[in-house]
């Protein structure tokens, strides 16, 4: 890895972090806070690439693990990772994975391509989080973790998701150094 790749991995681990403290707690509905980490996720492997993206992700998590305040209100720290909504934070390198990889191996109007890599992406973290949930005994059955952890929060994730894919273009446009070396 270059000193590049390094300073965009930090970047988005950064710009994760940011985005977990826009969070809004909505207890009568769900364990889960609604943030901004989701986009920052998607937007990471969408704009770096799977492998950096991925990176990306995994660096926002030993920060955290460390103790950081990177998670959402704040927290941090392993209790975190083993908590309510560890299995979305989980996901978060697997997400940036997938939705890295549907860029990363799309052509110039490849649409589709990247579009199905984000929504991979999102998929990856619903399912791990509704494990997670079931898991930590948050809720008791899958189809209430579903009701809970996922029902809420799709219409803005979906939102979150395209925003991601639009913002991606862009940068990926006016910053050609962000691109993976394939693609430049």
């Known amino acids: 890895m270059t000193t590049r790749d390094l300073t965009a991995i930090a970047l988005f681990a950064a710009i994760t972090a940011v985005c977990a403290q ?24 969408a704009i770096l690439g799977a492998r950096r993206g991925c990176w990306s992700q995994i660096v926002y998590l030993l920060l955290g693990a460390a103790g950081a305040p990177v998670f959402a209100r704040g927290h941090g720290g392993a209790p ?13 390198p697997i997400a940036a994975l997938a939705a890295g990889w549907g860029w990363d191996r799309s052509g110039a109007d490849a649409g589709p391509s990247r579009i199905l890599g984000v929504a991979a992406g999102l998929a990856c973290i619903y399912a791990l989080g509704v494990i997670g949930l079931v898991v930590t005994g948050t809720v008791p059955t899958a189809a209430r973790a579903v009701q809970v952890g996922v029902v809420p929060f799709v219409f803005m994730d979906l939102i979150k998701a395209a925003l991601a894919v639009v913002i991606a273009d862009r940068v990926r446009s006016a910053v050609p150094v962000l691109q993976v070396a394939r693609d430049r």
Not at 30 to 44: E, K, Y
Not at 80 to 92: I, M, S
């Open 22 to 45: 826009v969070s809004v707690a909505v207890p009568v509905v769900s364990s889960v806070p609604f943030t901004l980490q989701v986009f920052a996720v998607l937007a990471s492997g």
């Open 80 to 92: 975190v990772l083993v908590g309510p909504t560890a299995g979305y934070l989980w996901a978060f």
